[in-house]
């Protein structure tokens, strides 16, 4: 097996990431027999909202991934955070529905977003929209993948005409306009808008401050092996499985491109 398909402990990386994406085809399947339909739903205390499908999807996820794997960790947004995961070396980081907003409104963009993270950073993901069909799959060192084509980054390197995505209080801010960037639509999962960036189908994907693990943890590996980097607005590269899996205000990007959008957008996104 080559050495890219093994981490340092032997860990087959390939076969985790083939788990990872027969479950969110799976529980994509699942979400889909609710989708449209009236559903019990109700909010959190950070006034998102949840449904019935969120956690009739987490509890499969949650059986299907720990059952093929009992020794790693579990973090998802919609069960109660177990600290064991602490001191799990490898973790299962999972948002059932990611952007449940556009899942409860009809739209097509939600997203099922799975990844394994070791020693703090994801190592296998993948990011299943299933009303478009759209598998993105990505391991450590093997490259990211769109429906089994391989993606990279836009070769983008100027923030004129640089297309961006995020919050409409980002996108539609004057001083972002002002720079050159060019709006484009809002999309309502968070790990959706970063994976666009990863297929270079938009040039800069924000977030402001407040994304959780789950949110972020396959998108970023599916970024950076696309050839990009996610970072907060110093620069630094994020990190999972704390015992606090909140994140500050973040930019998505192509190497290239990351410097000159965190000097237009620090001020503004935090």
Known sequence: MPEADQDADGC????????????????????????GQGLETWFKGNKS??????????????DRLLTARP????????????RARLECRRVFI????DGTRAFLAG????????????????????VFCPRRNEMFTARAGGGAFL??????????????????????????????LAAGFQKTEILRSLAYRLVMVAAGRIDVGTARGGPS???????????????????????????????????????AASTGLIGPVRAVLEDIIR
């Open 49 to 62: 909202p949840v449904s019935e499908a969120d956690i009739a999807v987490d509890r499969f996820l949650a």
């Open 94 to 97: 999972v948002d059932p529905i």
């Open 213 to 251: 693990d789950w949110d972020l943890a396959a998108a970023d590996l599916l970024v950076n092996e696309a050839g990009g980097r996610i970072t907060d607005v110093s620069g630094r590269d994020l990190t999972y499985n704390r015992s606090r899996t909140g994140h500050p205000a973040l930019i």
């Open 71 to 82: 020794d790693y960790g579990w973090l998802s947004e919609e069960t109660a955070d177990d």
């Open 147 to 176: 429906n089994e084509a391989g993606i990279r980054v836009s070769g983008r390197t100027s923030v004129s005409g640089a297309t961006l995505t995020g919050p409409h209080s980002i996108i539609s801010n004057t001083d972002v």
């Open 107 to 126: 739209g097509d963009e939600w997203t099922i977003s799975i990844a394994v993270v070791e020693d703090g950073r994801p190592v296998t993901g993948a």
């Open 12 to 35: 087959d990386l390939v076969a985790d990431l083939q788990l990872l994406e027969t479950a969110a085809r799976q529980a994509g399947e699942l979400a889909l027999g609710y989708f």
